[in-house]
């Protein structure tokens, strides 16, 4: 099975950020493409501690600075609401994982595990 990763920073109380994300799931559905929304939270020191490993840095040029990217992380935690409320997004296909203690293998085996992937 073929498939595309698209990873967002969704600003639930922001409209744009909502009309976004359904334009983006209407260039893949109106293709006959399924979309599954996987909404994945991490405690607030495991999210700055992740912003500083080796991977991070080495693939995204913009968490070098790593002052700048964790008072970026903190501002945007505190300006916007990053997690939705329980029963907001409504797709079928939707799972929302708290991924604080789980290493990515896990997340994506449980993501493949409960969609069947």
């Keep these: 099975m073929n498939g595309i990763i698209f990873a967002y920073v969704w600003a639930f109380d922001m409209k744009e950020d909502w009309d976004y994300v359904s334009q983006v799931c209407e260039l893949f559905e109106s293709r006959g493409a399924s979309v599954y929304f996987v909404e994945l939270e991490a405690d607030v020191e495991e999210r700055i501690e992740r912003n500083k490993s080796p991977n991070r840095l080495e693939h995204k040029p913009s968490k ?51 969609f069947n992937l």
Excluded: H
Aim: no cysteine; net charge positive; glycine share 2%.
């Design 64 to 114: 070098r600075d790593i002052a700048w990217s964790e008072n970026d992380l903190k501002t945007s935690m505190e300006a916007y609401r990053l997690n939705s409320l329980p029963g907001e997004i409504k797709n079928r296909n939707y799972l929302r994982i708290n991924n604080t203690n789980k290493s990515a293998e896990e997340v994506a085996k449980q993501i493949k595990e409960i």
